[in-house]
């Protein structure tokens, strides 16, 4: 049974940065590509930055320039910089498959404030 636990969110001011980290186990993680997700109150969840197997990313309009997803397959891990982060960042961030096809994680929350 795969496992996703995401970490590293918090309260942070406009302007300021975070890291998200994601941490899978139970399954062959090297194959797939990953992304990160994220959910406002009131809003469907969103794809916000997407890496392949092989390291190739895309991200959403919103954070292009702004956020970096990074991936370590050794220790099946993903990672979000986040930088620059503006109010309307503000959100539950999940990793997942892109596609996403594992179990959701608990989330992180990230909160930025004006």
């Known amino acids: 049974q795969v496992q996703l636990v995401e970490s590293g969110g918090g309260l942070v001011q406009a302007g300021g940065s975070l890291r998200l980290s994601c941490a899978a186990s139970?399954?062959?993680?090297?194959?797939?590509?990953m992304g990160w997700y994220r959910q406002a109150p009131g809003k469907q969840r969103e794809l916000v930055a997407a890496?392949?197997?092989?390291?190739?990313?895309n991200y959403a309009d919103s954070v292009k320039g702004r956020f970096t997803i990074s991936r370590d397959n050794a220790k099946k891990t993903v990672h979000l910089q986040m930088n620059s982060l503006k109010p309307e960042d503000t959100a539950v961030y999940y990793c997942n498959t892109n596609p996403g096809r594992w179990p959701w994680g608990q989330g992180t929350q990230v909160t930025v404030s004006s």
């Open positions: 890496i392949t197997s092989r390291g190739s990313t």
């Open positions: 139970g399954s062959i993680f090297s194959i797939y590509a």
